[in-house]
Structure formats: C-alpha cells, structure tokens
C-alpha cells in the first residue's frame, strides 16, 4: 500500500497562476484533509471531507477551491495564487471522525 | 485563533536526557489529545494519543501526562536518541468536530 500520495512535489508559481494539488489514498479511507504548514504556524486545516460527496471549509480557506472527486481522490485547487500561498501543502486521510489521521509526503509550493 | 499553545519552540537535549514538551488548550470541549512526529521532508505521523479519561500513557520511551483542571497535557521523552530529532506537534480535538487543532509545533534536536 502506497498509503498517502501527493503530487507534485515541488512547484512554483507566478501571482495570478492557477494549478491543481492532487492527493490520493489506498486506505478506503472515508475522511480526507488537506493542510498548509508555515513556519511558527504549525499546521492548519485549509479544507475537509467528511465523506465522498461532502466538503467543509477549515480554518483558512479563502483563496483555495477542492474537489472529492471520488473516495479516493481530494484535490486543491489554487484559482489565482498569492505569494502568501507560498507554503507546504500536505493532503491527510482517516477512516472516520476521531480516528487517526495518515499524511502525504507535502507539496512544496512557491508563488513569486 | 490559536486555540492549542505549544511549547517551547525548540528544544536541544543531550542524548539519554528528558525532552518535554508542553501544550495548553482552552476548549472544554477537546476530549482527544494526539501528538505527530514530523521529520525533515517528511508528513508528519501519529506518535502517541491520549483521551482525557486517563492521566497517563506510555508507549516505550514516550509518555503523554494529562492535567484535565489545568487544561494541559506534554509529551515526555526518556532516554532521548539522536533518532529522536524531529519536530514534534500536539492537536486536539472534541467529539463534535472531525477537526484536529495543531499547535505550532516544537523542534527537538538530541546531540549525541
């Protein structure tokens, strides 16, 4: 099992660019997150799943879209990128509510 | 909204010491208490959990201790290794939520 899969790794973007984060999980987990880590920050949940065909806004989603486009797949989408979207994005899923919560590698993202 | 505080920010231990670190929370409500290892490049990964029926749980050289009236909870670590270098995050949730609270996480280095 592959687990948690994130791609890219490692992008850099021009303000005003979009792209897409793809994340994945071999778990048939039901419960898919994804996360921005700043340094001092910690980390801070951008968007949830709860399940396939459900999304709920976390702490900070202004200026992120995201798609549960199966049980499987949850991207985040970046309409315009700010360089205040420079951060590392990391995609995370769960079997259920409280359960614990399995991470990707990150996405390593720059916005210039 | 920082609703679980963490510290310190960074921690330098000699190998076979005591690290500790520290975390408060103000929700009532939080009723899981989970502590992630994150090393460099890596997402970060369940180390230890705990709910708030017990004061103590220890798994090997790791130890959370719990302090319901004071609202806090560490996470100790005996006999420390060089292995052990990491950043080290605390969460919490509560029952009503799927969400975890990160604190901003603490930076352990153990020198041999």
């Known amino acids: 099992n592959a687990g948690v899969t994130q791609t890219p790794k490692f992008q850099v973007l021009k303000t005003g660019q979009s792209m897409t984060l793809q994340c994945a999980q071999d778990m048939n987990h039901n419960s898919m997150y994804w996360y921005r880590q700043d340094p001092g920050m910690g980390l801070r949940l951008i968007y949830y799943s709860a399940s396939e065909g459900t999304t709920d806004k976390g702490e900070v989603p202004n200026g992120y879209n995201v798609s549960r486009l199966n049980k499987r797949e949850f991207s985040l989408r970046l309409e315009s990128a700010a360089p205040s979207q420079t951060s590392v994005y990391f995609c995370?899923?769960?079997?259920?509510?409280?359960?614990?919560?399995?991470f990707g590698p990150g996405t390593r993202l720059t916005v210039l | 909204q920082q609703q679980v505080k963490q510290s310190p920010q960074s921690l330098i231990v000699q190998k076979g010491g005591i690290s500790i670190i520290n975390c408060a929370y103000e929700n009532t409500a939080f009723d899981y208490f989970p502590w992630y290892q994150q090393f460099p490049g890596k997402g970060p990964a369940l180390l230890i959990a705990i709910r708030p029926d017990v004061s103590e749980k220890k798994e090997g050289r790791f130890t959370i201790s719990f302090n319901k009236s004071a609202k806090q909870f560490s996470l100790h670590i005996m006999d420390s290794q060089p292995g052990d270098s990491a950043t080290y995050f605390c969460a919490a949730s509560n029952i009503n939520t799927d969400k975890l609270i990160f604190g901003t996480g603490t930076r352990l280095q153990v020198f041999p």
């Open positions: 995370a899923s769960s079997e259920d509510r409280k359960d614990t919560q399995y």
